[in-house]
Every structure is written in C-alpha cells, then in structure tokens.
C-alpha cells in the first residue's frame, strides 16, 4: 500500500492508511502525543503494536466478496469510503480497535455515513444537467482556420488538387 497520508504526529513522514487509523485511535487517547511516540515510550510501543492487530481485523471485516474465490477490500481501494472511516473514528473518539464490539460499532456507522453521503452524492450528481446542444459547429470548434497557408495545408492541397493554390 502507497504511502499517501500525512503523519498527524511526525512532521514530514508519510505513512499508509492503515498507521494513520493507528496514529488517529493513539491521538484519541492522548492529544499531546508527541512525534514517533511508538519508539519513545514502552507504553506507547506496545499499544502501537495491539492496534496493528486491531486496524488489521476492521479492514478483513470490510472485505466483500465478488465472486466465491475472490474479495475485495472496499475500504483500501477506495478514498471515499477511507475519509467516511477516519470520520468515524474521529467522531466516536474511539481509543482502542481490540475488541470486537467496538470494531462492529465503526462498521454500523460507517454503512450508515457511506450510505447517507453517497446517496447525497447522487442527488447532487443528478441535479446537475448538462447541455451538449451544439448551436454552432464553428463557435465551438477547439481549432479555427484563419485563412493563413502553412506548410501542411499546403502539401494537403496538393495532395487533393494536385496543384498550389
């Protein structure tokens, strides 16, 4: 996975979404986090270590199956439903992705924020008509010719009359 999330905690590191959703539940229990705080402390390391497990068992539990031999993870594959998921986490305070309780209350929600925006979304794509009534071929044409003679015009020309003009 790419790393394309900024740190909350470390200036300047990239990190993948899954150690942003670490990062996120840590800041939730502690707002003065400081930065690498999963190398700092013992405490801080063997809570960064139990989440590991934690995020990996919300992401298996967003795994939807296409066909019987093969899934796809809705969440990893798609921004949309990665920024519903960090909502999530970050309006329900959630401190700890261990237990399973806990991992069911962010999926109950994230359907129900996922659903409730994406038909949001659709209204808002539906609404918005467009109008591809060509009026006037020339008015829209993305190239003009302004009666200048360059030297491929020219060659066309005799191509087609066999002769200069």
């Known amino acids: ?3 394309s999330f900024d740190s ?3 200036p300047g590191l990239k990190i993948d979404f899954k150690n942003y959703l670490i990062e996120l539940v840590c800041i939730n229990c502690d707002k003065r986090i400081g930065p690498r705080f999963w190398k700092n402390n013992i405490y801080w390391s063997s809570k960064y270590k139990r989440e590991i497990r934690g995020v990996y068992n919300l992401i298996k539990s967003f795994d939807a199956p296409i066909t019987e031999d093969t899934k796809v993870n809705v969440v990893e594959n798609s921004p ?3 920024k519903i998921l960090i909502q999530v986490i970050k ?3 959630i401190k700890s992705l261990s237990a399973k309780k806990t991992v069911q209350k962010i999926i109950a929600n994230h359907k129900k924020i ?3 925006e994406y038909d949001h979304r659709l209204s808002v794509a539906n609404e918005k008509t467009i ?3 060509i009026v ?3 008015e829209n044409a993305r190239y003009v010719d302004t009666g200048n003679k360059n030297k491929l015009s020219i060659l066309k020309d ?3 009359n066999g002769e200069e003009e």
């Open 131 to 133: 109008n591809s009534e």
């Open 80 to 82: 949309f439903a990665q």
């Open 8 to 10: 909350p905690t470390t």
């Open 1 to 3: 996975m790419e790393k």
């Open 91 to 93: 309006n329900l305070n």
């Open 158 to 160: 005799i191509e087609e």
């Open 136 to 138: 006037n071929g020339k």
């Open 114 to 116: 996922f659903a409730k």
